[in-house]
């Protein structure tokens, strides 16, 4: 009973220890980013799909802001334009979301309207119109 009630009081104590944010310097941020830039650009399908992943996790949890990213950007471009699976499109597309940049948003909305994959075509513009809700714009948004 003893080692039931110090492991429930543990669970609940570790639940509302406030979470630390790591914070990296110049130089470690743009280790992070160069070398997720090479991981998208590699050849392995699957290292494509988990670095623009990790990036726009990197990202959404305020370790890496938008501009420390941008070098990313056009490998990104490259690989939502030239992949060849929907995962790898569709990571990549949600990691220029992330990013934020005119540029990527443009781009998003392209590949909403125009690319023959329904998949890949709904979940870009469904980021593009996202982004223009949530920051109180709609620029460009009817499809």
Same mark, same amino acid.
């Given at each position: 009973?003893? +080692?039931?009630? =110090?492991?429930?009081?543990? =669970? =609940?104590?570790?639940? +509302?220890?406030?979470?630390?944010?790591?914070?990296? #310097?110049?130089?470690?941020? #743009?280790?992070?980013?160069a070398n997720l830039i090479k991981a998208i650009k590699s050849e392995n399908t699957g290292l494509h799909t988990s670095a623009?992943?990790?990036?726009?996790?990197?990202? #959404?949890e305020s370790y890496l802001k938008p501009d420390d990213a941008s070098p990313a950007m056009i490998p990104l471009l490259n690989l939502l334009r030239n992949g060849k699976s929907d995962e790898e499109r569709l990571s990549a597309a949600v990691a220029l979301y992330q990013i934020g940049s005119p540029i990527a948003l443009?781009?998003?909305r392209g590949v909403g309207h =125009?690319?023959?994959?329904?998949?890949?075509? #709904?979940?870009?513009?469904?980021?593009?119109? +996202?982004?223009? +809700?949530?920051h109180g714009t709609e620029y460009l948004v009817s499809f």
């Open positions: 009973m003893k +080692t039931l009630l =110090f492991v429930v009081s543990a =669970f =609940f104590a570790v639940q +509302t220890l406030p979470a630390q944010q790591a914070v990296f #310097s110049a130089e470690k941020k #743009s280790a992070i980013v623009a992943k990790v990036l726009s996790d990197l990202i #959404s443009y781009q998003l =125009f690319d023959d994959n329904k998949k890949v075509a #709904s979940a870009c513009k469904n980021l593009y119109y +996202t982004y223009y +809700t949530l």
